[in-house]
């Protein structure tokens, strides 16, 4: 990504975050409607449960930009998914990550960590995007899992 193309999107010019947006992408599928945010279950589970959490109801990119209901009802929603995510998933620890550094729209990776994950006491990151791992779940296995968390909600 260039620098003008996240200034653009920073300023909310075609930010393919931006509401409305797909439930289903080649990058992620809906978790549920939430009411400051939508779920979403990315296609990429190296860590089994990763969701993340995009504010929907207007361009942001940070928290400092919303206002004090805003903040309470996106805290609201983070809130529901992380016990979402913590009953079905049952890790071992939990990150929670807005970095807005490739994507400025205001979103929560909310991120299950087991001590079997292979980056145990690191961070999840890879330090080159290219390098990242990838673990793609089963068609029926990923199934479950979107049933399990949209029924813990």
């Known amino acids: 990504m260039t620098t003008q ?7 909310g010019q075609g930010c393919t975050f931006d509401a409305p947006r797909a439930d289903n992408t080649p990058s992620w ?4 409607r939430l009411p400051a945010s939508s779920w979403y279950l990315p296609h990429n589970q ?15 990119t940070r928290l400092d930009q919303l ?28 990150n929670i990550e807005s970095l807005g550094n490739m994507m400025p729209h205001l979103h929560w990776h909310v991120i299950p960590r ?10 999840i990151w890879a330090p080159d995007v290219n390098a ?4 793609r779940l089963a068609a029926d296995d990923r199934a479950s899992l979107l049933a ?6």
């Not at 193309?5 to 300023?11: F, I, L, M, Q, V």
């Not at 087991?114 to 961070?123: L, S, T, V």
């Not at 399990?148 to 909600?153: I, K, N, V």
């Open 5 to 11: 193309s996240w200034d653009t999107w920073a300023g």
């Open 29 to 32: 599928d809906l978790v549920a």
């Open 46 to 60: 190296m860590y089994r449960g990763h969701g993340v959490l995009v504010f929907d109801p207007r361009h942001a």
């Open 67 to 94: 206002t004090s209901a805003e903040w309470q009802a996106y805290a609201a929603d983070l809130q529901r998914v992380v016990q979402a995510i913590v009953g079905v998933c049952k890790p071992d620890h939990l």
């Open 114 to 123: 087991y001590k079997n994950d292979g980056r145990w006491g690191q961070p």
């Open 132 to 135: 990242q791992p990838e673990r």
């Open 148 to 153: 399990a968390l949209r029924a813990a909600l």
